[in-house]
């Protein structure tokens, strides 16, 4: 579905996107993590036949997007970061003009407008003013929209940012029943949750480069341990006490606020860390995430 090699992307001297290898298949969730500025939206405007790109190839759907932009984006749908709806049209009508503006025929835009805010869940709310609708809700009728095409390819980026944990769940369902439905999704994201939660394979993104490429358990089989003993002291001490329990583990992550100490038996750390009469403020075991694969390969944590 997509296939890009050494691909760039420069905005004048800066280099957003210096050089990465992406092979995208049908009907996989393909993910690209990282923190903000590490070129994710860079590299979806280029998928998304919108940006040009500076160097290297990039085939969408076995075309170039240089020669066949619109051909290309006939069959995509895009869920852009910002919401980009019509504030003047209702719910439904947000629907039907974008239809209309790909040369859906009339008839077959109002049954589909209807059968995708089914699908979203906002078939009660068709006629009412997009204002009117929450954050969560505007989401779902973005990606209503970016379907009203149907899509070989729907590109999502962020699509969760700044909604509450029930939208997010809410909208990860969805998400979930298109790929059960075979659509090919490809999403960007800085939540390590959401891919882990969504995609089949995933690249972490640093710095316009590729540092790490898998499924999610690949990721976190590869590059950490089964569990991650979190152990909280007062503030200020963190970096001192590490030298104290560095051998509990495979390693030891200091962030300003806790120990992150690495073993596949978290338990076992917490148990040695007492008998050593140390005393945290609060401990905690939890299987690694891919936060902790972002931590491992870059020494930064993924949100701020
Ligand atoms: N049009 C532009 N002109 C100049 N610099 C840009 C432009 N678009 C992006 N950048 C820069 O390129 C880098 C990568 O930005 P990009 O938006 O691709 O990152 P991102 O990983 O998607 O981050 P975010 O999560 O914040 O969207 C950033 O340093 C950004 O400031």
Redesign the pocket.
């Known amino acids: 579905m997509i296939s890009a090699v050494g691909l760039r992307k420069a905005?004048?001297d800066?280099e957003?996107?210096r050089g990465i290898d992406v092979e995208v298949r049908r009907g996989e969730a393909f993910g690209f993590l990282?923190?903000?500025?590490?070129?994710?939206?860079?590299?979806m405007r280029m998928i998304a036949a919108v940006s040009p790109v500076t160097s290297g190839s990039l085939r969408i759907l076995g075309r170039d997007p240089a020669e066949d932009g619109p051909a290309i984006r006939a069959r995509l749908g895009v869920c852009p970061?910002e919401d980009t709806l019509d504030t003047e049209l209702t719910v439904r009508d947000n629907l039907v003009v974008y239809g209309r503006y790909f040369g859906i025929p009339r008839s077959e835009v109002a049954r589909r407008a209807d059968e995708l805010l089914e699908f979203v869940q906002l078939a009660e709310r068709g006629k009412a003013k997009v204002e009117s609708l929450s954050g969560g809700m505007k989401r779902r009728l973005t990606i209503a929209r970016s379907l009203i095409n149907r899509p070989d390819l729907l590109l999502l980026d962020?699509p969760t940012t700044g909604l509450d944990p029930q939208a997010r769940h809410v909208l990860w369902d969805r998400l979930f029943r298109l790929k059960q439905q075979g659509v090919t999704l490809v999403l960007?994201t800085?939540y390590m949750d959401e891919a882990e939660q969504l995609c089949d394979r995933l690249v972490v993104?640093d710095k316009?480069l590729i540092v790490a490429e898998g499924s999610p358990l690949e990721l976190i089989r590869g590059h950490s341990t089964r569990e991650v003993a979190e152990l909280r002291f007062g503030v200020g001490e963190h970096e001192a006490l590490a030298a104290k329990v560095e051998d509990l583990g495979e390693r030891v992550e200091v962030l300003p606020d806790r120990l992150l100490v690495y073993s596949d038996d978290g338990e076992e750390v917490i148990a040695r860390v007492h008998e050593r009469g140390l005393s945290p403020v609060a401990v905690l075991v939890r299987r690694s995430t891919l936060e902790d694969v972002f931590l491992r390969l870059t020494g930064r944590t993924l949100v701020d």
Do not use: D, I, L, R
């Open positions: 905005f004048g800066f957003a996107v990282g923190p903000n500025g590490a070129g994710k939206s860079s590299t970061q962020e960007t800085h993104m316009g």
